[in-house]
């Protein structure tokens, strides 16, 4: 074992509050950005989750609700065109939109989001994760659902009757995991749409298809490639991994979402390194009679800058893991509080990257501690 892990094992209470330090600084960053994931997850729950492996948008949308149009505004003309591939085996539009909802005893209305689906068993717009008594509620013409954490803001229950845009339709059912902190999600299926007058006869939704022969990525993507080449530019086919990572990262690139984000993290990252800082200082000068002692055996400075290195390095490995504990914890809060949160592989990466190099960067500015512990310093 070498003497910087030695040192940390034995000495760990001198070095806790640097461990915690990077842990806190890794939830600030990693928190704030996984709501925000989460949120962003919740508007396309219904693409998410449904049983479709391709996603046609108009040719000029960057994401769903980007730049260019969006995903929503295609011609009625595009459908049967996607179909002259070999491969297709379905397409179905998947609307949306916004409007009011009044429940029972509400003296103002909510803006809720629609969320539009077929209910016919294993259908291409159907969620995979739906209960087959979600989906035989939603059947029912008028029926709709809403998310169990939506309940309280729009003051429905399960068989309660409310009014959307005028017309009135009653709770069938209350799902889980499709919470929206900003306008709570009104599932029905594309019966209950017609019923309520909120069909586009000119517009179609984006488009929802299954294909066959698609039993690998490279299958998937080789489809893909086909329907876009067909396109003559009039659509923009995607897989629904690219389309969600597209509009996940326009989101957060924008506006005031990337100033917080930006803002958070340099917070973050000034508070791990003045404490991570000062805790690594205080525990090397509290040794450093036992530095001086290795000087005094005929250990380099150089050795010993390397051992509070490594030092440094060791605090920064456990702070990830620390951290990496306290983010389950808080997600499986969130979850039990149905607080959306969601998580990208490429922000863990950034944010575990970022606490080993706060770490080190600590390290480095402790090295200075050492010129204190002179051999000569023994004899006083």
Do not use: C
Not at 97 to 106: I, L, T
């Amino acid at each position: 074992m070498s003497l910087a892990l030695s040192t940390l094992l034995y000495e760990w209470r001198r070095y806790l509050a640097a461990v915690i330090a990077l842990a806190l600084a890794g939830v600030l960053m990693l928190a704030l950005s996984a709501m925000f994931i989460g949120i962003m997850q919740s508007f396309t729950a219904t693409i998410d989750k449904s049983r479709a492996q391709l996603i046609v948008l108009s040719p000029t949308a960057s994401s769903i609700g980007g730049p260019g149009g969006g995903g929503g505004s295609l011609p009625k003309r595009v459908l049967p065109l996607i179909y002259r591939h070999a491969d297709v085996v379905e397409v179905q539009d998947l609307p949306g939109g916004f409007g009011s909802f009044y429940g029972p005893g509400k003296s103002s209305p909510s803006m809720v989001n629609f969320m539009v689906i077929d209910t016919a068993p294993n259908g291409v717009t159907l969620p995979d994760d739906f209960t087959e008594a979600w989906r035989q509620a939603l059947e029912a013409p008028y029926a709709i659902a809403v998310d169990v954490t939506a309940m309280k803001q729009l003051g429905v229950d399960v068989g309660d009757q409310a009014t959307v845009n005028g017309r009135t339709v009653r709770v069938g059912a209350l799902l889980e995991g499709y919470s929206n902190s900003q306008a709570a999600n009104v599932v029905m299926s594309r019966q209950t749409r017609r019923l309520i007058g909120q069909v586009n006869e000119e517009r179609l939704g984006l488009l929802m298809v299954r294909v066959r022969n698609a039993n690998t990525q490279k299958d998937l993507l080789r489809i893909r490639d086909e329907l876009n080449a067909m396109s003559g530019d009039q659509y923009r086919v995607w897989t629904k991994d690219e389309l969600s990572s597209a509009t996940i990262r326009e989101m957060m690139s924008e506006g005031i979402l990337a100033i917080i984000l930006g803002f958070m993290s340099v917070i973050g990252f000034v508070i791990g390194v003045v404490i991570t800082w000062q805790t690594l200082r205080g525990a090397i000068l509290a040794n450093i009679k036992e530095f001086a002692s290795l000087r005094a055996l005929g250990v380099s400075i150089g050795q010993l800058r390397g051992v509070v290195m490594e030092l440094s390095f060791w605090v920064g490995l456990l702070g990830i893991a620390a951290s990496g504990v306290l983010m389950v914890a808080i997600t499986y809060l969130a979850s039990a509080a149905n607080i959306p949160m969601g998580f990208e592989i490429g922000s863990i990466l950034q944010t575990g990257l970022l606490l080993l190099a706060i770490s080190i960067m600590s390290g480095a500015l402790t090295l200075g501690a050492l010129k204190k512990g002179e051999p000569a310093d023994l004899l006083k």
